[in-house]
Each structure stands twice: as C-alpha cells, then as structure tokens.
C-alpha cells in the first residue's frame, strides 16, 4: 500500500525559508509523476510543483524562481525548498504521486506565512 508522509509545514515570517519532505513507503522511481499541491482557505487546489519520470519539471507561474521541487531516490522522498515566502503562500500542501491510474495523496501540511 502506497502512503505518502508530508513533513517541514509551519509557521514562517515573509521573505522565510521552509523545506517540506514526502516520504514514501515504496520506491520513488514507480511514479511516473511526483509533485506538491496547495489549498488555501476558500479556494481550490493547485499545483505548485512536479517532476515528471525522464527529469522533466513543472513549476506553478506563482512559485517560479522561489521554490525548487528535488527527489531522492535512495531516500524515497520529494523535496519542495520554499524561498522567499509570502503571504499568498499560505496554504494546506500536499505531496501527490501518480503510478499507472492511481493517483495518491498525502495527509497534507500546513505552511502559513505571517508577520
């Protein structure tokens, strides 16, 4: 079974940094697609980042030249480093994962961003 474990949230001031992690309890290199979401009070879910299987990656207009999307494939985890944090940034992030035509989710973190 396929659990994906999101960790680095919190509470963080404008122009912060923040490193979230997903952990994943089966080998990173199945998923033909890793990525992070975010869902912020009221609004619908986007996608922030994702690395596609062959290296290609995807970044969100809003995040371009903050964020940084990394994978470990000898520590079955997904990196997303946030630089440069706003407020805008604030939101519930989730790691995804797509094998085939399954599609995961995390639990998901809390990142808020506030003087």
């Known amino acids: 079974q396929v659990q994906l474990v999101e960790s680095g949230g919190g509470l963080v001031q404008p122009g912060g940094s923040l490193r979230l992690s997903c952990a994943s309890s089966?080998?990173?290199?199945?998923?033909?697609?890793m990525g992070w979401y975010r869902q912020a009070p009221g609004k619908q879910r986007e996608l922030v980042a994702n690395?596609?299987?062959?290296?290609?990656?995807n970044y969100a207009d809003s995040v371009k030249g903050r964020f940084t999307i990394s994978r470990d494939d000898a520590k079955n985890t997904v990196y997303l480093q946030m630089n440069s944090l706003k407020p805008e940034d604030t939101a519930v992030y989730y790691c995804?994962?797509?094998?085939?035509?399954?599609?995961?989710w995390g639990q998901g973190t809390q990142v808020t961003v506030s003087p």
């Open positions: 089966v080998k990173i290199f199945n998923f033909y697609v």
């Open positions: 690395i596609i299987s062959g290296g290609s990656i």
């Open positions: 995804n994962a797509i094998q085939a035509r399954y599609n995961y």
